[in-house]
């Protein structure tokens, strides 16, 4: 045997066994409208495993390549992920596993400690296969729960099995639920045997992963997908809600005023077939013998509403939970929402009152997939009858809606009676889309674009997060062109929907707190307190740090502008849905804005600009009783916002301290005394 044959048998015992244990899978990203919006390649050699991944939704979304190295139990010794956030920040991250030791590294954090049991490491950036990882490890795991590291825990629960087919082909799956990560569970589709790997991840009305080849079983594994998360949703709904028998009395309590934007002294307020039948002083007592709550020492608020979210199933624990009893959903699967706002009539869903906007977007290579895609005006017309016959009294046009249709396709809207809103298209600036029909503006950096963009900028991209964030610091509020704005505004009854704690993102350097949840993150579980501390956009240099937190303060310091002149604002949010209103009205009164004032555009604002104002928005007798329960006074201190004892919505009593605890949250007030109770102690009170 000559000296290369024996290099050759060498390398080939070497190669061997790693060549049995390679292999490559690749994933296909659709988006709920069908559209192709990425791919993930895995491809494994042994305990090696190295992913490209790659995501583009709405001109934005990540790009990553993960090199992963196993332990024996399946949990991950080194990790290695670099690429582009979302927004086109650097990501950088490592963690690496070794004699009980743990250490991890990104751009947000530096971090180490001894463990005593193997665990999980979780990324605060990662591909889909992290997940497909822990399904494996998981399986293999004690009682299916593993340590997620640098803390946290994650349980996995096989829901349902079946077979999958293509051809001649077919694949056993198993749809697999994982607690631990967020607020909500996780849902995967799962291969069978003794190693389960990901086979696909279905997010509803959003997007869909799976793996190549398999794409027309997706219609029956989020059929299936879809009935086991509406069983879970379903429990929740009949757990966290308590009926009103009969009528329900609240004592002594002030009363926020929402018209007025001013608290009256206590009152008592009676409640009966969900509506408010008699408001009385506590010196003309009610007399009632049935079930109350002594509101003594508290604030008696109407419901909240968010006039700016993307709502899904879950989302409505979070809304309520926080006082939110009316959403405006600004786009979504259309679907999505008509199943939302059908299982929540039906009692399925535990969710606030929902006002749907008709979302019209034009067809670009930035589109996003939500709502219907339009290239035409009798398709953009079409579009606009289709949300007037389903209910919808609202259009949003979004970023690449061609600008030459806006005046045609707003004067057909008006023509029905509905208001036309939304992003300012591409080559367009806001003043013009005012000029061709808007109604309303979303989003603080559309309004600043006014100033800092031309009709060759092309806000379809992400220009539209990073012009504001470099120049919006040098506009002057007090030059003429912002004062011609500003009155056009006023002069039009424009409204406005900044959305400031959504667009804290813009000055977030990794490693910081982002202040919208500064206040709140201790409440909330480990993973999330994590992302609030990893940024998204590309910030190189303390000098560019600097100057997007200058034009993030100038974007505050405009809504308080805007409001003093008389600008109708509503609060709207675009971020972590419930918890995200009360940050939107902290950052209100940081603008200026009394907190009084900014309660009052979270009720009576919301309701006027939604033409609900006729049963919610306001404490009046025969209106809707969409009350919530405050132990404090916000109107002088807005933080006192989050300390929500009740909600009243629907003719239910609901506790956001029992959602919390069922989502993982650590309640901002204790235990409220509950109906049943507080009516045997008024019992013995009377005796």
Do not use: C
């Amino acid at each position: 045997m000559t000296s290369f044959q024996k290099v050759l048998l060498t390398l080939l015992f070497i190669w061997a066994p790693m060549l049995a244990n390679s292999s490559e899978v690749e994933y296909v990203i659709l988006l709920e409208n069908g559209v192709k919006a990425g791919h993930q390649t895995v491809k494994r050699h042994g305990n090696k495993v190295d992913v490209s991944f790659n995501f583009k939704e709405n001109g934005r979304g990540p790009t990553l390549e993960e090199r992963i190295i196993l332990a024996s139990d399946g949990t991950m010794k080194d990790y290695r992920v670099s690429g582009t956030s979302e927004m086109g920040g650097k990501v950088n991250e490592r963690f690496t596993a070794k004699n009980n030791l743990i250490a991890w590294h990104s751009n947000s954090e530096d971090g180490s400690k001894k463990i005593n049991q193997s665990g999980f490491f979780l990324p605060m950036n990662a591909s889909w296969e992290v997940n497909s990882l822990m399904i494996t490890a998981l399986s293999k795991s004690k009682n299916n729960y593993l340590p997620l590291l640098p803390s946290g825990g994650l349980k996995q629960e096989v829901i349902y099995e079946t077979i999958v087919k293509k051809d001649s082909k077919q694949q056993n799956v198993k749809l697999v639920m994982q607690v631990g990560m967020g607020l909500k569970p996780d849902f995967f589709w799962a291969t069978s045997g003794n190693n389960p790997r990901l086979f696909a991840a279905i997010i509803p009305g959003y997007s869909y992963l799976i793996e190549k080849g398999w794409e027309e079983s997706l219609a029956t594994l989020s059929e299936k997908q879809n009935l086991a998360n509406q069983k879970v949703l379903h429990q929740k709904s009949q757990e966290l809600q308590h009926p009103i028998n009969g009528a329900l009395l609240i004592k002594n309590i002030r009363l926020f005023d929402s018209e007025n934007a001013s608290l009256t002294e206590p009152h008592d307020i009676l409640i009966e077939n969900k509506r408010i039948v008699k408001i009385s002083s506590v010196n003309s007592p009610i007399e009632f013998g049935g079930d109350t709550i002594n509101g003594s020492g508290k604030t008696l608020l109407p419901g909240l509403f968010d006039m700016h979210t993307h709502i899904n199933k879950w989302s409505g624990l979070y809304h309520l939970s926080s006082g939110v009893t009316t959403v405006r959903d600004m786009g979504n699967s259309n679907t999505e929402v008509q199943e939302i706002i059908s299982e929540s009539i039906n009692n399925q869903l535990l969710f606030p009152h929902i006002i749907p906007a008709g979302f019209i977007e034009g067809k670009s290579e930035y589109s996003s997939s939500d709502g219907i895609m339009i290239e035409n005006l009798a398709q953009a017309k079409e579009s606009v009858d289709w949300y007037f016959e389903h209910g919808y009294r609202h259009i949003k046009i979004y970023s690449s809606f061609p600008k030459d249709l806006v005046k045609e396709t707003s004067t057909y809207a008006h023509e029905k009676g509905m208001t036309v809103g939304g992003h300012v298209p591409g080559f367009m600036k806001a003043n013009e889309a005012i000029d061709s029909g808007f109604n309303e503006l979303n989003h603080i950096n559309q309004v600043v674009l006014n100033f800092l963009a031309d009709n060759k900028t092309d806000t379809r991209t992400l220009e539209r997060f990073y012009l504001p964030a470099e120049q919006t610091g040098s506009i002057d509020l007090d030059s003429l062109e912002v004062r011609e704005f500003i009155k056009l505004l006023k002069d039009k009854k424009i409204t406005v929907d900044p959305t400031l704690s959504a667009f804290d993102f813009i000055k977030q350097q990794d490693g910081e707190m982002a202040d919208p949840f500064a206040g709140i993150a201790e409440h909330l579980p480990p993973d999330l307190q994590r992302s609030f501390k990893t940024g998204t956009m590309n910030i190189p240099d303390a000098v560019t740090a600097n100057r997007y937190k200058n034009s993030y303060n100038k974007m505050i310091e405009f809504v308080g502008l805007l409001h003093k002149n008389g600008v109708s604002l509503v609060a709207g949010t675009d971020t972590l849905a419930g918890f995200g209103l009360h940050s939107e009205l902290e950052l209100y009164v940081k603008a200026g804005i009394s907190p009084a004032e900014a309660l009052q555009i979270a009720t009576w604002n919301g309701a006027k600009v939604t033409k609900t104002l006729q049963d919610r928005g306001s404490i009046e007798i025969n209106k809707l009783a969409d009350l919530i329960i405050v132990d404090g006074d916000p109107t002088s201190n807005i933080e006192d916002i989050r300390k929500i004892s009740t909600v009243i919505t629907n003719g239910k009593v609901i506790y956001p301290h029992e959602i919390h605890i069922a989502l993982g949250v650590i309640p901002f007030v204790s235990g409220s005394i509950k109906i049943a109770e507080q009516s045997v102690v008024n019992r013995q009170l009377n005796k």
